[in-house]
């Protein structure tokens, strides 16, 4: 059942890949897990700088991208995207998400603590079933910019937030970096 399991999600990737669906830094670490027999990759994302704008807070799904890069930023693409706000404006930076399905909960543990060892201190079990293994990092930052239209702080200040943003993004995509080498160390 594994091998089915783990084919079937091999194909969508390499259908979302073709599609160019897929966030581009992420992939040499997607290729190295999914080398490795006893796991296979779900959703994932390298990290991001966002600006979205949201009705309500919480309801992500009405929430509109008025920015999204997976790359550094600059304070003129920032600013560009808050201009366009109509709701509560928020500028983010979302970590890396990497989902791993593992054969067994040995094989999660193994990727857990090899998670653990490159610097990604938020990683567990989010599913049972498939014995499906989340990890992420704490590179986050949501900060509300404009409601309703009007800015809450001046270009200085978005400035000085899309630098942040910037390390912050770089820190988490080393981590992914040093997961990929810690991967190339397996003998599962």
């Keep these: 059942m594994w091998t089915e399991y783990r084919q079937s999600k091999l194909r969508i990737l390499e259908e979302a890949r073709q599609r160019g669906e ?45 920015g999204k890069w997976h790359h550094g930023v600059t304070a003129k693409e920032v600013i560009k995207a808050v201009e366009r706000g109509r709701f509560t404006t928020w500028f983010m930076v979302h970590p890396p998400i990497i989902h791993v399905a593992c054969k067994n909960l040995y ?45 809450l702080v001046d270009d200085s200040s978005l400035c000085v937030m899309a630098e942040i943003a910037n390390r912050k993004l770089e820190r988490a995509k080393e981590k992914l970096e040093r997961l990929k080498k810690e991967l190339s160390l397996f003998q599962p």
Aim: with cysteine; proline share 4%; charged share 25%.
């Design 22 to 66: 897929v966030d581009g830094d992420i992939l040499p670490l997607l290729d190295a897990i999914n080398s490795i027999p006893s796991y296979v990759t779900l959703s994932s994302c390298s990290g991001r700088v966002v600006v979205m704008d949201m009705p309500e807070f919480g309801r992500k799904l009405e929430a509109e991208f008025l």
């Design 107 to 151: 094989f999660a543990n193994e990727i857990m603590q090899a998670a653990n060892r490159a610097g990604f201190k938020r990683c567990g079990l989010i599913s049972i079933k498939n014995n499906v293994v989340e990890i992420t990092s704490f590179e986050r930052m949501e900060v509300p910019v404009a409601v309703e239209g009007k800015r």
